[in-house]
């Protein structure tokens, strides 16, 4: 049987290395059944992926195991992130994202997802950017993060700054 969430856009999107993941704290010191993660225990720092606009996460539910795809598009073009993306491939991450409803859930935690892209260029009225794929077969569902999370002593860096037009 195979059972698939409905997406939602959201619009903040972190990774951290999986190699920098040290474990979860559910609430109510309870397992991971609670479906709700009241701290992630880290040693390393977040990255925040900005000037993403929307991104629509799904997870597939076979036989145990949740297919979980988070994709997204970042519309800029350049060499910092060009690097940062090449850097990213030969990772696996966490990942945490918040929604436009202002709820936060993490995946990735068993073995750590993997980010795939594509990058386009075009015709003048054709997006320019970066086609983004966060995916993983895990063991455990979605979590739900407490939303207070990233407002406590954890680290977030940018892996590059957002530019507007005026």
């Given at each position: 049987?195979?059972?698939?969430?409905?997406?939602?856009?959201?619009?903040n999107?972190?990774?951290?290395?999986?190699?920098?993941?040290?474990?979860y704290?559910?609430?109510?010191?309870?397992?991971?059944?609670?479906?709700?993660?009241?701290?992630?225990?880290?040693?390393g720092?977040?990255?925040?992926?900005?000037?993403?606009?929307?991104?629509?996460?799904?997870?597939?539910?076979?036989?145990?195991?949740?297919?979980?795809?988070?994709?997204?598009?970042?519309?800029l073009?350049?060499?910092?992130?060009?690097?940062?993306?090449?850097?990213?491939?030969?990772?696996k991450?966490?990942?945490?994202?918040?929604?436009?409803t202002?709820?936060?859930?993490?995946?990735?935690?068993?073995?750590?997802v993997?980010?795939?892209?594509?990058?386009?260029?075009?015709?003048?009225?054709?997006?320019?950017?970066?086609?983004?794929?966060?995916?993983?077969?895990?063991?455990?569902?979605?979590?739900?993060?407490?939303?207070?999370?990233?407002?406590?002593?954890?680290?977030?860096?940018?892996?590059?700054e957002?530019?507007?037009?005026?």
């Amino acid at each position: 049987m195979t059972i698939t969430n409905t997406r939602e856009t959201y619009i903040n999107l972190w990774i951290l290395d999986i190699n920098d993941f040290d474990g979860y704290k559910f609430k109510d010191d309870s397992l991971y059944d609670s479906m709700y993660v009241d701290n992630i225990y880290t040693k390393g720092d977040w990255f925040e992926l900005q000037s993403v606009d929307e991104a629509n996460f799904t997870e597939k539910v076979n036989n145990s195991a949740y297919g979980q795809q988070l994709a997204t598009f970042i519309g800029l073009y350049d060499a910092d992130i060009q690097r940062e993306m090449l850097k990213s491939t030969n990772s696996k991450f966490l990942v945490a994202f918040r929604t436009y409803t202002g709820r936060y859930f993490v995946f990735g935690s068993d073995g750590g997802v993997t980010l795939t892209y594509e990058n386009q260029t075009g015709a003048k009225t054709e997006s320019i950017g970066y086609s983004i794929t966060l995916n993983i077969t895990s063991s455990y569902p979605l979590f739900e993060l407490n939303p207070n999370y990233f407002n406590s002593e954890h680290t977030v860096n940018y892996i590059y700054e957002p530019i507007y037009d005026s």
